[in-house]
């Protein structure tokens, strides 16, 4: 797996990102191939697009889609970092997602799938993915940049409409399965994630 990180000089919506890295990865299905999942982040000043993607994508395309050349435009082979995750190790936390329940209203159907929208229930539900996929949540917030409602077309979906609730937790965390804690950095959490959710990623404690 590979992490990549391009300055951008504009913030297209969701759908328009995920083209943007459809193209630019390798393989036929381009950015859903190999389980792409990516999300904007401030950095500074200005905005980053960052993924984790099995192909190496093509920066020069990114930088002439939307992003800006810049020094700090990279990717980078993941693996390395991942083998040092341990059990029992405590990292700052970054996630976007789209943190959903699904409501079963009529016996014996699978029912409606809703986002949760007060901040308890949404973490409440980052709860129970953590300890699904190795990890217990120590600290965690909203951040302030929260993108909060995504409402677009999807032209490559056949026009329809994409409508979804992103919320950006920070927080601390520590591994309890690192097995399936990898897993999560490589794959991401939850729903959405063509659309800029679900990327999970983590950085040293500071002293």
Known sequence: MNMTRVMLRRVPPPHIMHGVLSAALPGKRGADAGGCVWRVDKIGDGRALIFVSAGIPDILRIEAETGIR???????????????????????????????????????????????????????????????????????????????????????????????LAVTFEGILTVTDAERFRAALRNGIGREKAYGCGLLTIARLRA
Do not use: H
């Not at 789209?98 to 409440?124: D, S």
């Open 70 to 164: 810049d020094a700090r435009n990279k990717t980078l082979d993941y693996e390395p970092f991942l083998s040092k995750v341990a059990d029992g190790q405590l990292w700052n936390f970054r996630l976007c997602a789209n943190p959903v329940e699904r409501k079963i209203e009529v016996a014996g159907t699978r029912g409606k799938v809703r986002a949760l929208r007060l901040m308890p229930a949404q973490l409440a539900w980052l709860g129970r993915q953590a300890e699904k996929r190795g990890f217990s949540v120590k600290a965690c917030a909203v951040a302030d940049d929260d993108p909060k409602v995504f409402t677009g077309t999807d032209r490559s979906a056949d026009n329809n409409t994409v409508s979804f």
